[in-house]
């Protein structure tokens, strides 16, 4: 599940620790509400974590929360009585094939720790790139960003 704001964006995904790892509960707040919450209440990397932590978690997901207002990223283990804050120096759980790049965080498609290495071979193989883009308005190009490799 994903959902975006004029000030933030979230993105779920499962998280599936070993068994009796990570403690999870169904009374509390569903996470798909503490979303909501967040989406419209939140308009900044703070205020966001603010409603996460005071919130009844329940069961374990991982979370990507990124800031328009901060330009920044984080992503979360969250569950019951854990909210693990990440961001591109900190998150510890790569394998060898996960490498770590600066400016670029994410969790792998698996069970973490994984040892598929698609993620990782995107990230070595694939130069990213933000591209030039442009548009034709009265038959003018209209820039609205710069090539950057």
């Not at 419209?40 to 974590?49: F, H, M, Q, S, V």
């Not at 991982?62 to 207002?69: P, Y």
């Not at 009585?81 to 600066?102: E, R």
């Amino acid at each position: 599940m994903t959902g975006v704001s004029e000030y933030v964006s979230l993105g779920e995904k499962v998280w599936l620790p070993p068994k009796h790892s990570v403690k999870m509960t169904r009374y509390g707040n569903p996470w798909t509400y503490v979303i909501r919450d967040v989406l419209y209440e939140a308009t900044n990397i703070k205020e966001a974590l603010s409603i996460m932590n005071k919130a009844h978690r329940t069961c374990a997901i991982h979370l990507g929360l990124g800031s328009a207002t901060d330009h920044s990223f984080r992503m979360f283990e969250y569950a019951y009585k854990t909210l693990n804050n990440y961001d591109d120096t900190n998150y510890t759980h790569y394998g060898a094939n996960h490498p770590k790049k600066a400016g670029i965080a994410y969790f792998d498609k698996h069970v973490q720790p994984s040892g598929d290495n698609c993620v990782g071979l995107i990230l070595t193989n694939v130069n990213l790139c933000l591209c030039r883009l442009s548009s034709m308005e009265t038959g003018k190009p209209k820039v609205y960003g710069e090539l950057l490799v």
